[in-house]
């Protein structure tokens, strides 16, 4: 009987300590971003990315209006397009050589999360609510310089120059074509 006291006065500091555990808001996200410059070339780790985050408020709609604006890290609430963010809260780090190119420090319990693929001319947004007690988050991204866009786990990806390169394109095909 003492035993069974022992054991329940134990079980009662072990659900006491573990209410009072320390929570902590955010992560450390890590990236994976590859690129697929057409529909026939292999899917590659992308070379040259620039990547940044702004806390906002939970609920909250924004946007990357442009590629000036993804150039500029500048971005826009849809609710209220006279708000504009320019000055990102994290900047993140880019090493081309790691498997997860791409780092960010994510505190904030809302935040909205901007990667840019300078070389394809695309970029790639997400808002993302942060957890608890998560101390990294491994992720990949996939961005296809042939699609106008897409989206997948979260993000959304966009190719302004879309257009742009398809008109480029059937004029070489029709070039091609007057030759032959």
């Known amino acids: 009987m003492r035993e069974l006291r022992y054991l329940a006065i134990a079980l ?13 808001q955010g992560t450390l ?23 940044y985050a702004f806390w906002v408020k939970k609920g909250s709609k924004w946007e990357v209006s442009s590629w000036e604006d993804a150039l500029a890290k500048r971005i826009t609430n849809t609710e209220r397009p006279a708000e504009q963010l320019t000055e990102p809260d994290e900047i993140g780090d880019f090493d081309p050589e790691a498997e997860y190119q791409v780092t960010l420090e994510l505190w904030a319990e809302s935040t909205f999360i901007v990667v840019v693929d300078k070389a394809n001319r695309l970029y790639a947004t997400r808002q993302y ?4 007690n998560l101390p990294e988050l491994p992720i990949q991204l ?4 042939w699609r106008k866009t897409g989206t997948a ?25 007057k030759r032959e």
């Not at 009662?12 to 902590?24: G, L, M, Q, R, W």
């Not at 996939?142 to 310089?145: N, Q």
């Open 29 to 51: 996200m890590r990236i994976a971003v590859y690129s697929q410059e057409t529909a026939d070339s292999d899917i590659v780790p992308a070379t040259d990315l620039e990547s």
């Open 129 to 132: 609510d942060t957890p608890i």
């Open 142 to 145: 996939h961005m296809y310089a």
């Open 153 to 177: 786990n979260g993000w959304n990806v966009i190719n302004p120059f879309y257009e742009e390169e398809e008109s480029e394109s059937a004029k070489s095909s029709a070039t091609t074509e």
């Open 12 to 24: 009662i500091a072990i659900t006491a300590v573990a209410c009072f555990k320390d929570e902590k």
